[in-house]
């Protein structure tokens, strides 16, 4: 949410702070801008994407090595050129860009106007430019008045700070909203995520909360907010420049769902013993004592990772015989979670910095559960503060729907029930039987993916409907949930998934002619049932687009369209059935011309509550 790179060095900052903005834009791209330092400080916003601002500086590249560059994702105040950031004081001497929310904004605010302030946006940030200036006015340099501001704000923030009057430095700090340091060579880089800089360097330092560090042309220093001296490690990442690009696809989206059977790969790296029919977790290697003992597990995630948890929930149930609740990490902390010491609370997040999952991560310590996670991007908040945990392993995602982040997080969850239910119940044939399934599932992924031209096909013959039903059954359930959440995500078609049995309670009102459903039917258990549904809606005129199974030659006499995916374990099938809905929403949104890397007010990483 948001986006925030600083570079400063021997190069010309202004096209590393571009490039780094670019990186960026999946975190929010309504507005963007720059700041460039040396004796002056030079700033320039836009609205709209970033190529806006590539046009507002035009072809002269300022002499200026060191800077400060924002992308943002509108929190307070609309998406204007005025709201852009870099903020800046009345002086114009001191600039800011942040992530995040400052709560107390708006009484700041007023008491600094009283003192003769004049805010030139509606942005919460402004205030952080305006308490920076008051204290350099008092006599503190630059990093001593960045800490007597922050003293002064609740709230969460990541922020770079520059000012024209100690040119050679930017100051940076964190508290709830990641920002990362990169070390290169005569060079230091910012930025708030990896992604925006791992072209220029791979050695980084991540800020960890209630941290700041002052950037200079001699080298970093990492402090606490009340300036003690903190010794961190530095972090090699093992992805590269490569892997955060496009890699010639039209799109991230396209290029990540390609990519999943390599993540699935991945995902299961080292992780499968086949012969004792288990899974290695080295991540989970020192709290294998305490969850042999839990009694209860409670997943908490957002969007498509709560999606993951609620598959997650029926393997877990079914072969490692723990209940298994799963919660929206947004709502976990307004009940009265029950949790004992017997309670793991494991928490689902690609990007690992999403603020309500956090939240919930942080209230389950508090209250004494073992906490771990299911992450992706490695390093990041919630990998660091969870107990312990897991890593998906698929790479940087950079497009907004989730895809291969979502695939990883199923295969991470059946790695887990194998796990478990090795450690309880689960004999060592159903073990074996599991993971050898688990070893075909990138080539089966892979043939469903190599067919997408037949699902673009029945994609664009949908891609005029205003609405769509996506339904499904035990596993398949929270697949039709997520087949709908990436409908709408990026398309803007209002779709809703439904649990199939619950579409006679009410939801089957809403079929006719113009309204299709897409019902998840593959030959499991629950494959009569599904088809009853199906009838009911057929019944009433409903269009039917059928996901089956492999030689379910029925199926082109009760659907209008059908999609084939590969026979696997009925616990598995979610993984498979999963991928043509991912194709299915691409497709409907490029024929619309939408670009699904970009879907209109949404941002990669929801670090605000
Ligand atoms: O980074 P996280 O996995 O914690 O993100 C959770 C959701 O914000 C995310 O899955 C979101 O729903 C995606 N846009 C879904 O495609």
């Known amino acids: 949410m948001c986006g925030i790179v600083g570079y400063i060095g021997t190069r010309k900052a202004q096209p590393i702070l571009l490039d780094g903005l670019h990186r960026l834009e999946y975190r929010g791209y309504d507005s963007s801008g720059v700041a460039l330092v040396d004796a002056t400080l030079a700033v320039t916003h836009a609205s709209g994407r970033i190529s806006e601002l590539e046009t507002k500086l035009g072809g002269t590249v300022p002499a200026s090595t060191c800077g400060i560059a924002h992308t943002r994702w509108a929190t307070h105040g609309p998406p204007t050129e005025a709201n852009a950031h870099p903020h800046r004081d009345c002086t114009g001497r001191i ?4 992530n995040g929310i400052i709560e107390n904004y708006a009484e700041l605010r007023t008491e600094l106007e009283a003192r003769g302030h004049t805010f030139t946006s509606e942005t919460d940030t402004e205030t952080l430019a305006h308490l920076i200036e008051e204290a350099m006015k008092a006599g503190k340099g630059l990093t001593s008045a960045v800490q007597t501001a922050l003293r002064r704000v609740r709230g969460t923030y990541g922020i ?15 508290l709830g909203s990641p920002i990362v340091l990169g070390i290169g060579d005569d060079e230091l880089f910012v930025a708030s995520d990896a992604s925006a800089i791992i072209g220029h360097t791979r050695d980084v330092i991540y800020l960890d909360d209630g941290e700041m560090a002052v950037l200079g042309r001699e080298g970093h220093r990492v402090m606490s907010h009340d300036a003690k001296v903190v010794t961190k490690e530095t972090t090699e990442l093992d992805w590269s420049d490569e892997d955060a690009q496009k890699g010639g696809h039209p799109h991230f989206m396209l290029k990540e769902m390609l990519e999943q059977p390599e993540v699935i790969r991945n995902s299961m790296r080292g992780r499968l013993n086949v012969e004792e029919g288990t899974a ?6 020192d709290v294998a004592g305490r969850l042999r003992d839990i009694d209860r597990l409670v997943v908490v995630a957002c969007g498509s990772a709560y999606y993951a948890g609620l598959v997650g929930e029926y393997m877990l149930e079914e072969y490692a015989g723990i209940p298994v609740e799963v919660e929206l990490a947004s709502e976990f902390r307004y009940r009265k979670p029950l949790l004992t ?11 690992g910095e999403t603020a309500d ?9 508090m209250k004494g559960a073992l906490t771990l996670g299911i992450v992706n991007a490695v390093g990041s908040t919630i990998a660091r503060e969870t107990d312990a945990g897991v890593y998906n392993h698929a790479g940087p995602e950079i497009g907004v729907a989730s895809t291969k982040a979502f695939l990883s997080q199923c295969t991470v969850f059946a790695l887990l029930s194998v796990f478990l239910g090795r450690q309880r119940q689960m004999s060592l044939s159903m073990g074996k039987r599991i993971a050898e399934e688990m070893r075909r599932l990138p080539d089966l992924v892979a043939g469903i993916l190599e067919g997408r031209d037949a699902i673009r096909a ?18 398949c359930a929270p697949i039709a949930f997520e087949g709908a959440l990436k409908l709408k995500e990026i398309s803007y078609i209002h779709a809703e998934g439904y649990a199939a049995g619950e ?17 998840l039917c593959p030959k499991d258990s629950v494959y009569e049932k599904t088809r009853s549904n199906i009838e009911e809606i ?23 369209d059908v999609i084939y995916i590969p026979k696997t374990l009925e616990m598995l099938t979610p993984i498979l059935a999963a991928v043509p809905l991912q194709l299915f929403a691409y497709y409907v949104s490029t024929s619309k011309g939408i670009d699904p890397d970009k879907p209109r007010n949404l941002a990669k990483s929801v670090t605000v509550e």
């Open 160 to 174: 770079a700070v520059v000012s024209a009057d100690q040119p050679d430095k930017i100051v940076i700090a964190r």
């Open 458 to 475: 029945i994609a664009e013959r949908y891609a005029a409907t205003t609405d769509a039903f996506f339904l499904g059954r035990k596993y």
């Open 280 to 285: 290695v977790l080295g991540g989970l290697r």
């Open 95 to 98: 600039a800011v860009v942040h």
């Open 503 to 519: 579409m006679k309670h009410g939801p089957i009102a809403l079929i006719d002619a113009t309204f299709p459903t897409v019902v």
């Open 341 to 351: 010491k017997r309670t793991a609370v494991l928490a689902v997040s690609q990007s």
């Open 357 to 365: 999952t956090l939240a919930a991560v942080r209230e389950a310590k």
């Open 538 to 560: 057929r019944a009433r005129g409903g269009k039917i687009v059928a996901v089956t199974t492999e030689g379910n030659e029925e199926a082109q006499r009760f659907s209008d």
